[in-house]
């Protein structure tokens, strides 16, 4: 039953609301929203469980006095701050209100530390460009050559580029990369989306009839 | 020669990171003007937004995070400033639990009358929050705005909303109040009420779910900002009419500044975006170069 | 040069300093700024999840909030202990799946977890059923099947003075759209083998994906060098002053 009653509630759920589609009126329609309620309350619970699997994991670290437990104690801290900060020192509902310490927080701790964790990815683009990205057939020289006028012609570089090859006005760069973005970007996008939407439908249809039972995990 | 083509392919990472850090920050003091042309996608949301009746209401859905704030962050004030001026009246949800936070953050800063309040029958109204003053227009908490926050559950909450607003967003952000007790809220009882969707996201969930649900389900016309690494992506929903215009990245953000009439952060960032993506061009450029060079060399030596 | 008299924006520097450091190498200062936020992260989304989800939904919907003496409206456990019915008393099943989803911290009884996952996976399943095949599948297709000339585009150039994405879409743009996405897909299709006729329509797909993909890296580049030039302004504006 341990896997059984997870693939009847696939099922059920599942053609719920397949069916709601259609059938959108009392019960169907009725029983998509509950469990679109349901999914809410279990989304947060899952994210709730990957907070405290951290704390339980980082605990561990501590306990067991593994390498680098000191910067464990460091994330168990900080969550306990934000935590109590939020739950008990930001005026309850109005937490995110501006000017209550979660806020404070927000805006001066956890938005510069994502900020900055992501900006470090501009430094990997260019090193990773200048030491990976050659041109050794035709076809990643037309990927080049595509990208150099996308990143061009969506500067006003291209301008100043243009003039200097004395392109006329309304026959730039820029112009040549609006035609890359709506043309051949669309086709072949359009071309990759049509793709994964075929797998995804047959895969979904796979789940729902409980061929496809990888998301249980092992027994 | 070839010693120094073969020097440049093991120059440190570290020498690259410091000249894309000097690219970057260089353009910064310089204080180029530079002239942004608009494109057909920005034109045509500026065109949906402005063709909306005054007093329209319009979902603002801010689904992104601190790490893709220099991109939609200028959107977002835009949209506001813009919505502002124009009489439009906006609803901010979030997928993203930082979104309203985000756009709290836009509305103070879009916000002209700094450190000031007001009291009105009784209320203490606080200019920022309560009040948000864009020239001599002033939009008001509750009835030409509100923040009904974040909820967790991805496309089903915007499936949720499809047949009850209430049922996905009980009360609002800031109050904790039920949101029937607001006047902006009156009238509207599900996605189909508004009259347009103005969605701001970095990933998933973000425009592809607004597209599959609200606009192809609930056909309530969208308009979207994506960062630069998405917008290539939904591209093909502009071409099919699915979106009603589409700002992708910084550019997208200071296309839609300039469209407004008002040229803020965005504009001033494009100066530096230049000049990284031409030391980025350059790089691979010399990388190429240096590739070639000393590749036909060890092709003669037979290794 | 102004220096901010901020406290918050001198921390928000030295965190930003801090996880930058990493560029030149690994070092303490780095490894404490990530800990700090994967801390902050985890309890940015505890407490938002709680307030704005678990607390309107579950807990006042059900009347807990009640119970405890934290609000005065009635949820579905007074109504129906009342003798009224009330449909929100459903979510006391939401609220035990929940449960269970959280019981999974527990290696011996952590398989109770499938069955809410088996919720979440049904729903999305089944909606990604059909709004993939409306959204993504069905109106790209219709998009596809064009003239392979804009007739009406052609009759709308404007004389001699048009621009080169005008002409574009008028004489080759829906020839473009057309080839690329057919010949994309047939790249695609690795069911058949890539030979003769079929073989060369995959290579003339390959290069329309090679197109694609240089677009997308463009763009790439664009938003990654955003993220870094939002925190320098940062840096220079909001904290040193150097720029208004």
């Not at chain 2, 353009?27 to 920005?42: H, R, S």
């Not at chain 2, 996605?191 to 998933?204: H, V």
């Not at chain 2, 190429?288 to 092709?299: K, P, Q």
């Not at chain 3, 902050?40 to 003496?69: C, E, H, R």
Request: proline share 3%; net charge neutral.
């Amino acid at each position: 039953m341990k896997r059984e009653i997870p693939l009847i509630l696939t099922a059920v759920v599942g053609l719920t609301f397949v069916v709601q589609f259609f059938i959108p009126h009392y019960p169907l329609g009725f029983m998509a929203d509950m469990f679109s309620d349901w999914f809410s309350i279990v989304a947060a619970c899952a994210i709730w469980l990957g907070a405290l699997n951290l704390l339980k994991i980082s605990l561990n670290k501590v306990y067991k006095k593994e390498k680098d437990w000191f910067f464990a104690i460091v994330t168990i801290i900080s969550f306990l701050v934000i935590v109590i900060a939020g739950f008990f020192f930001s005026g309850g509902r109005r937490f995110q209100e501006p000017g209550t310490n979660f806020d404070w927080l927000y805006i001066n701790v956890y938005s510069p530390l994502s900020a900055t964790m992501f900006a470090m990815l501009a430094f990997y683009v260019a090193s990773a460009s200048y030491r990976a990205f050659r041109a050794r057939n035709a076809q990643a020289t037309i990927l080049l050559l595509a990208a150099f006028v996308v990143m061009v012609g969506r500067t006003p570089f291209s301008d100043w580029l243009s003039n200097l090859l004395f392109m006329p006005e309304g026959w730039q760069i820029s112009n040549l990369s609006n035609i890359i973005m709506n043309f051949f970007n669309v086709a072949g996008q359009r071309a990759i989306m049509i793709g994964i939407s075929l797998g995804l439908i047959s895969t979904a249809l796979r789940i729902i009839l409980g061929i496809e039972r990888t998301y249980l995990g092992g027994d | 020669m070839r010693k120094i083509f073969e020097k440049l392919l093991a120059i440190d990472r570290r020498i690259i990171f410091l000249v894309i850090f000097l690219a970057v920050s260089v353009p910064i003091f310089l204080g180029i003007k530079i002239n942004i042309k608009i494109t057909d996608e920005v034109k045509a949301f500026y065109d949906a937004v402005s063709n909306l009746p005054s007093g329209a209401r319009i979902m603002v859905a801010c689904d992104f995070d601190p790490g893709s704030e220099p991109e939609l962050q200028p959107m977002t004030e835009s949209g506001f400033r813009y919505f502002i001026q124009n009489k439009l009246r906006f609803v901010i949800i979030g997928l993203w639990p930082q979104g309203p936070m985000q756009a709290n953050k836009a509305l103070a800063a879009v916000n002209e009358a700094k450190d000031e309040f007001t009291v009105e029958n009784g209320d203490t109204l606080y200019f920022g929050t309560d009040l948000i003053v864009v020239g001599s227009d002033t939009a008001r908490y509750g009835v030409d705005f509100i923040n009904l926050g974040f909820q967790a559950g991805n496309e089903l909450v915007i499936q949720r909303m499809g047949s009850s607003l209430k049922a996905a967003f009980a009360s609002d952000l800031r109050l904790g109040r039920p949101i029937e007790d607001f006047d902006i809220m009156r009238g509207l009882n599900k996605l189909s009420d508004f009259e347009f969707i103005y969605n701001l996201s970095a990933g998933y969930p973000g425009t592809v779910e607004w597209v599959q649900f609200a606009v192809d389900r609930f056909h309530v016309p969208c308009g979207a900002g994506n960062t630069a690494v998405q917008a290539p992506q939904v591209y093909p929903y502009l071409d099919s009419g699915q979106l009603s215009g589409l700002m992708g990245g910084m550019k997208g953000a200071a296309e839609l500044e300039k469209v407004v009439g008002h040229k803020a952060k965005a504009t001033m960032f494009m100066v530096s975006q230049t000049a990284a993506h031409i030391f980025v061009i350059l790089f691979i450029i010399i990388g190429n170069i240096a590739y070639f060079a000393t590749r036909g060399e060890t092709g003669r030596k037979g290794l | 040069m102004h220096l901010s008299g901020e406290f918050g924006v001198w921390i928000a520097a030295f965190l930003t300093i801090g996880i930058t450091s990493f560029l030149y190498k690994d070092n303490p200062i780095y490894k404490f700024c990530e800990a700090l936020f994967v801390g902050i992260s985890a309890g940015y989304w505890f407490v938002s999840l709680y307030f704005q989800n678990l607390l309107p939904k579950l807990f006042d919907n059900l009347g807990i909030t009640k119970m405890l003496g934290l609000g005065e409206d009635n949820g579905a456990i007074q109504n129906v202990l009342a003798g009224q019915w009330d449909e929100r008393i459903w979510y006391v099943l939401a609220g035990i799946l929940g449960l269970m989803m959280i019981l999974r911290l527990f290696p011996n009884i952590g398989w109770i977890s499938r069955w809410p996952l088996a919720v979440v996976v049904g729903s999305t399943s089944g909606l990604y059923m059909i709004t993939y095949f409306q959204s993504n599948f069905l109106s790209q297709l219709q998009k596809t099947v064009i003239p392979l000339i804009d007739l009406g585009r052609v009759a709308a150039l404007p004389g001699g003075s048009g621009t080169l994405d005008e002409y574009f879409a008028a004489y080759l743009g829906n020839l473009v759209l057309v080839v690329g996405t057919l010949t994309g897909l047939v790249y695609f299709y690795f069911s058949k083998e890539h030979k003769g006729a079929f073989g060369n329509a995959a290579k003339v797909g390959i290069y329309f994906l090679m197109i694609t993909f240089g677009a997308s890296f463009g763009y790439t580049v664009m938003s990654r060098m955003s993220l870094l030039i939002g925190r320098l302004y940062f840096l220079f504006g909001d904290w040193l002053g150097f720029v208004r």
